[in-house]
DNA sequence: AAAAAAG
């Protein structure tokens, strides 16, 4: 039930999302709801109290899906472990998996909505975008015999529990990096992916390890007498948020499959994350620091690790996670490339994340897809020249003038980006004192005060969150209408990043950025980032960037990718500075003819992060 | 230069 302005936008957004999703195809049986999240009936084998060598880990073709993984949180009754190789395969359910003890261990449903109702749930975190604006988004793979793309979900045999719970995402079609990234990932091949956050990724990597760990065979998790755990999947990310958000998604596409996802991350108290490591976990989602110390402790053993994807990885090298990342992926016990499988993500693709790639990945498929944030129009930009003593104030006319036509009387949700954590901190206190109800995020508060803000934004209780670029990237924080660059990043790529948390959901946003002397290196890649958006650049700005003409780095030359694939470059020996790629990459353009036909409207879901 | 992340 809507609770706020920002909730009730999302619900009358899903009541159309929700029609075009019943269309989907691929639909399963009903299931009344006091037959589910039980073992299956009859034609399945009884449960196993001793999964024998060869005992059913694998189900009849076709069939295999039928059972969910129910077996979690087996610490402690998972009989016959020792047996060898007894678990997985959805068959290892033990009647009452989900009444045992207490009632800690049954699974809270992360959609939120009534877990007998079959009805489509309403998704408040609905973060589809209209996908018609993007469908000119070229795609690049290179590689040995890379897997073909696919148009739907429904060609992929990600099984009945996955199925589902992509429909109750009410993800409708594959993104891009989706249609080709699963493919590849249900190869067993290696991937380095360059995509941003926006075009999918999340669902990407975690649908084949969810349907990996499904089908694999795994030996059982750790006995409750092993105070390590031993997950089978790992997935780093740069920052707490970024974390604690995919491990939301995650445990959404995992519902109800038996594959627990657990989160561990720095800035919050250890011992509720070691609690939950000790009942167990095949997916592990963690920052560098917070793991790192975990495996200092021996809580977490990477031996088992058969997925390893790491999300952002520019960033994180960025950030100076190199050593840690190294650390955690050649020196602990995590098996080898080739061994296991790894996913790499980033958004651009130079020689550092190269060397990573070489080093973690074995006969990898280089994957591109095109930015998302640079050919929509969904995102209104304006750049406005305001020098740094009037930034105050002409923030403050625009949000008297947003509040003016704010709807429902309320102000619209917008986010301001600062550059410093103490600006971040000054301009909240002064718009506070000013009469307009904000809140900040930056890395000098604390974790509780991060997530509280970000609570208090997204409720519409601040509608006005005031930011450093802790919440740049991969922060999906729905419904935002208006991205002010209150000081404009350094960087291009942040831009694009900081303006990419609007314009989301099909609907249309704004982003206005204040821009003076100071910011005259970013005068020409952002000119051409507006040319390339289709967005008016103001006589001024553009002056400024013919002047300016020495700074700033260039805008990938044309192309539309945040990097290539420098095994292709015959150019090799130029030491691979010319990462960016200079277009002229005719091959593999764009999506198959007809891939991204269909009859949906706009406002559509899809499956975009 | 600032930001983030392990206390």
Redesign the pocket.
Same mark, same amino acid.
Request: proline letters at 5%; aromatic letters at 6%; zero cysteines.
């Given at each position: 039930m809507p609770t706020s302005w920002a909730d009730s936008v999302a619900a009358a957004d899903n009541a159309a999302a929700a029609a075009g999703a019943s269309s989907g195809g691929g639909r399963s049986a009903y299931v009344p709801p006091h037959l589910r999240n039980r073992p299956p009936p009859s034609s399945e084998p009884p449960v196993l109290a001793h999964g024998g060598p060869s005992s059913g880990n694998i189900a009849p073709a076709g069939n295999r899906w039928a059972a969910p993984r129910n077996d979690y949180g087996r610490s402690g009754y998972s009989s016959g472990g020792g047996g060898g190789g007894g678990r997985g395969g959805g068959w290892n359910n033990r009647s009452g998996g989900w009444d045992r003890g207490s009632g800690r261990d049954r699974e809270v449903n992360p959609f939120g909505d009534d877990e007998g109702a079959d009805v489509e749930p309403v998704e408040q975190e609905n973060t589809g975008i209209n996908f018609d604006a993007y469908e000119d988004i070229p795609v690049e793979t290179s590689g040995d015999n890379v897997p073909p793309p696919v148009n739907t979900f429904a060609e992929i045999d990600l099984g009945d529990a996955l199925n589902k719970n992509i429909r109750r995402c009410k993800y409708v079609k594959p993104t891009p990096v989706q249609r080709y990234a699963i493919p590849i990932s249900l190869a067993n091949r290696d991937l380095m992916a360059c995509a941003q956050t926006g075009s999918g990724k999340t669902a990407a990597f975690c649908f084949p390890i969810i349907s990996g760990i499904m089908t694999g065979q795994f030996p059982p998790r750790a006995p409750h007498m092993s105070r390590t755990a031993c997950p089978l999947a790992l997935i780093l990310s740069?920052?707490?948020?970024l974390s604690i958000q995919i491990h939301n998604e995650a445990r959404k596409f995992a519902y109800q499959t038996g594959v627990k996802v657990v989160v561990a991350?720095?800035?919050?108290p250890?011992n509720q994350q070691l609690r939950e490591l000790e009942r167990g976990v095949d997916i592990l989602v963690?920052?560098?620091?917070?793991?790192?110390?975990l495996l200092?402790r021996a809580r977490v053993s990477l031996q088992m690790i058969k997925y390893l994807a790491l999300d952002e990885a520019d960033r994180m090298l960025?950030? !100076?996670?190199e050593p840690?990342i190294r650390n955690i992926v050649q020196q602990m016990d995590m098996p080898p490339p080739g061994v296991r499988q790894t996913m790499l993500f980033s958004a651009t693709f130079p020689k550092e994340i190269q060397r990573l790639a070489s080093d973690f990945l074995a006969g990898y498929i280089f994957l591109a897809v095109g930015r998302v944030g640079s050919s929509t129009d969904l995102i209104v930009q304006r750049v406005e020249y305001v020098q740094e003593t009037d930034k105050r104030s002409h923030l403050m006319d625009l949000l008297h003038a947003q509040r003016a036509n704010g709807t429902h009387g309320k102000q619209a949700l917008t986010l301001v980006f600062v550059?410093?954590?103490? !600006?971040?901190d000054s301009l909240e206190y002064w718009l506070c004192s000013n009469g307009f109800p904000a809140t900040t995020?930056?890395?000098?508060r604390s974790q509780q005060e991060r997530e509280q803000a970000l609570r208090s934004f997204k409720s519409g209780h601040t509608p006005i969150l005031v930011a450093?670029?802790?919440a740049a990237r991969g922060l999906d924080i729905p419904h935002v209408a208006h991205v002010v660059n209150f000081d404009l990043p350094?960087?291009i790529d942040d831009y694009v990043h900081r303006i990419g948390r609007t314009g989301r959901a099909g609907k249309s946003g704004l982003a206005t950025a204040f821009f003076n002397e100071n910011n005259s290196s970013m005068a020409r890649s952002l000119s051409e980032l507006m040319q390339e958006a289709n967005q008016e650049v103001p006589a001024w700005l553009a002056r400024f960037a013919t002047r300016a003409s020495f700074g700033g780095k260039n805008r990938r030359g044309g192309g539309r990718f945040g990097g290539r694939d420098f095994r292709r470059d015959n150019s090799y020996s130029r030491g691979g500075s010319d990462y960016y790629g200079a277009g002229n990459m005719s091959s593999g353009y764009g999506a198959p003819s007809g891939g991204y036909g269909g009859a949906y409207g706009s406002g559509v879901t899809s499956a975009w992060d």
């Open positions: 740069p920052t707490r948020e991350y720095g800035g919050a250890i963690a920052t560098p620091g917070r793991l790192v110390d200092e960025d950030m !100076g996670f840690q550059e410093t954590k103490k !600006g971040a995020i930056h890395g000098d450093t670029d802790v350094n960087d």
